[in-house]
């Protein structure tokens, strides 16, 4: 099927599969405890201090009106001779008070909470990343890399946002609004409050209903989002394929049309604000209006003082104000919660593998590596294993040989855990793997992949991945070992020098001999070779096949391999076809047995005699073996 770069067709970022969507309560829910630590002392000190420091400035906020009344009253009596001078200067100090008070207590209150803010995003970040490592291969296999760490770096800064928004914008703002209402039910005309209730709930109303049907507008932005950030990701991490195909201009056409579709869904998203932000202010003023209307009315007939007019004219000022930050930050809260939905989308997301609920650690004694009767699928319609049955002994190597997609690379995934066999069981020295911990398993068992992805760190860093706690003397021995000490040596930064993205400033041969060496530092008791002369020239395979030979000495060790001559040492060698082993023995018995060994050693063999001649008509050392 032909590829339309324009197609909008995407798997949305928010979508995961087995996972219900949340509501925006239960995502609200789900940030509660961030705001109240329960195992930190300190930060729960810190939400209390803050929330005091609130409290007091919203009733230093509303006490300030009050104030400012008795005070303009209080000149007017002055006029008269009833009042007395020192009452006054009393009066407007207080008023000053209340008006430096709701400032100092907010700057107070930010520096108190400002710690609680950003421990809940490192906390929330950390778990989500943990949880991201505790997912299967399936998950990651499914998952696009751009928009899945676009989207948490999103959900994290999200919550803090929301914190602080939901916090110290909207309960606050609400807790001022029923202390106006109170004080105006108990001193005025109930027709006062009724029309500050009637214009704050029409206010909110209009603000959370246009403010949830806006949503769809930030959902569309989201993915899009995503999805231009997934397309740049992928492009240039693949940039190497893009500029040998000369696909630069298809690529741009790809970014271009997410671009379009975000800019097209931004575009609507600023247009619905406008609206929203001119009824907003609609329904302020025309409450403000009433007010005074009402207000001037009540005076001329001597109901109300000068003081009290501009007390309540100060009160919708000081009540709409904030009410039109909560607008904002209604809007905010709520395009945050769609930030965040995905984030706990994936905390929702259970693990496919687990340790079972009572799981003890591996002990490893003889390391008895045994397959019973394994079988295993991806998709429930297509078998990859079919009654898989071997046991490698304790010190012994088998090889595992066959054409690609046989099951090869899957048997050093099932040995990992990081799939489960449907039926049949994995054990090392009698003991299920299911029934034992994840991470006791993994320590137990190191490998060298097929196809070797760094860090983009130094090379130093990337052997001591093996065994983050090694020396550098060790690191430069497991690197002499791999024969990639003396290349190392050679560079101008030697074990400094940085590998680059994915190790691309490395060969892939280099690659392999750092991966190599990152698993003589492991030391495990079980080793897996999957294939891990595969990048390999043949010179540099035969340097390198004594290293390996070394380091799976008195190893349990399982091999999957391409090139025969790799394994002729191998203590036995399984066949494998379409899932099910097919011949094993040793190398000579299988050669003499001429069945799809033999073959597959005369195919090799052939092409290996043809490849040496080519080398001395054209007087060089490296050519490639082509793999069977």
Same mark, same amino acid.
């Given at each position: ?218 959902? !569309?932005?989201?993915? #899009? $989002? ?10 240039? *991490?693949? %940039?190497?394929? =893009? ?55 009540d005076y001329s007939a001597g109901l109300l003082t000068t003081g009290e007019v501009v007390m309540l004219n100060t009160f919708m000022l000081q009540l709409f104000i904030p009410l ?27 693990? !496919?593998?687990?340790? #079972? $609920? ?10 008895? *590596?045994? %397959?019973?009767? =394994? ?195 191998a203590d036995e060698i399984l066949v494998l076809d379409a899932g099910r082993i097919i011949e094993q023995g040793t190398h000579n018995e299988l050669v003499a047995a001429k069945g799809s060994y033999a073959e597959m050693w005369r ?26």
């Amino acid at each position: 099927m032909e590829y339309n770069p324009h197609s909008t067709a995407f798997s949305d970022p928010l979508d995961i599969e087995g996972v219900k969507k949340r509501s925006a309560m239960q995502t609200i829910g789900s940030i509660l405890p961030f705001l109240w630590p329960a195992n930190n002392r300190e930060m729960q000190i810190r939400v209390v201090i803050a929330i005091s420091c609130l409290l007091l400035g919203r009733i230093a906020n509303v006490y300030g009106p009050i104030v400012l009344k008795d005070l303009i009253d209080g000149l007017e009596a002055l006029t008269t001779g009833s009042r007395a001078l020192d009452g006054l200067w009393v009066l407007a100090f207080i008023y000053g008070l209340t008006v430096l008070l709701p400032g100092a207590l907010n700057e107070l209150r930010s520096a108190v909470f400002t710690p609680v803010s950003e421990y809940a995003q490192r906390i929330f970040g950390l778990q989500t990343f943990k949880h991201l490592h505790q997912l299967g291969m399936r998950f990651h296999l499914d998952r696009r890399t751009g928009g899945l760490s676009r989207a948490i770096e999103r959900g994290t800064r999200a919550l803090q946002q929301t914190t602080s928004l939901f916090a110290f914008n909207i309960a606050p703002t609400l807790f001022e609004v029923a202390m106006v209402s109170g004080y105006l039910a108990y001193a005025y005309p109930p027709k006062y409050v009724l029309v500050i209730l009637a214009a704050v709930t029409a206010y909110i109303l209009f603000t959370l209903l246009f403010t949830e049907w806006r949503t769809q507008f930030r959902r !569309e932005m989201v993915m #899009q $989002e995503s999805r231009a950030t997934t397309i740049g990701v992928d492009s240039l *991490l693949n %940039f190497e394929t =893009v500029k040998y195909f000369g696909n630069e201009r298809y690529e741009a056409d790809r970014y271009n049309d997410a671009l379009l579709h975000y800019m097209g869904a931004a575009v609507k998203s600023q247009t619905t604000l406008g609206v929203l932000n001119g009824g907003q202010l609609l329904v302020r003023v025309a409450c403000q209006l009433i007010i005074l209307i009402i207000a001037i009315q009540d005076y001329s007939a001597g109901l109300l003082t000068t003081g009290e007019v501009v007390m309540l004219n100060t009160f919708m000022l000081q009540l709409f104000i904030p009410l039109g930050f909560l607008g904002s930050s209604y809007r905010m809260i709520r395009q945050a919660l769609v930030d965040m939905e995905f984030m706990f989308q994936l905390l929702d997301t259970v693990p !496919e593998i687990q340790d #079972q $609920e009572y799981a003890e650690p591996l002990v490893v004694g003889s390391a008895t *590596l045994a %397959f019973k009767d =394994v079988h295993f699928a991806y998709d429930p319609d297509r078998e990859i294993l079919r009654g898989i049955s071997f046991v490698i002994p304790e010190g012994k190597t088998t090889a595992v040989v066959g054409a690609s997609g046989a099951g090869k690379s899957t048997l050093a995934r099932l040995l990992y855990r990081f799939f489960d066999t449907q039926t049949g069981a994995i054990e090392i020295d009698g003991q299920n793997i299911k029934s034992v911990t994840q991470a006791s398993l993994r320590s137990a068992v190191g490998i060298v992949p097929q196809d070797t992805v760094l860090f983009n760190d130094t090379i130093r860093y990337n052997i001591r991945y093996g065994n983050p706690n090694a020396s550098d003397e060790a690191v430069e021995a497991a690197a002499k070992t791999a024969s990639i000490h003396d290349f190392i040596a050679s560079l101008p930064l030697g074990y400094e020098t940085r590998v680059g993205e994915r190790g691309l400033k490395l060969s892939g041969g280099e690659k392999q001999r750092v991966a190599i060496a990152r698993t003589i530092l492991k030391d495990p008791p079980i080793l897996v070779l999957d294939e891990a002369t595969s990048a390999l020239d043949i010179k540099t395979e035969r340097e390198i096949q004594a290293a390996l030979l070394e380091v799976a000495k008195n190893r349990t060790t399982l091999v999957i391999a391409h090139r025969l001559s790799t394994i002729v040492n191998a203590d036995e060698i399984l066949v494998l076809d379409a899932g099910r082993i097919i011949e094993q023995g040793t190398h000579n018995e299988l050669v003499a047995a001429k069945g799809s060994y033999a073959e597959m050693w005369r195919r090799q063999k052939e092409a290996a005699d043809e490849i040496e001649k080519i080398q001395k008509i054209l007087g060089i050392n490296e050519l490639h073996l082509p793999q069977t």
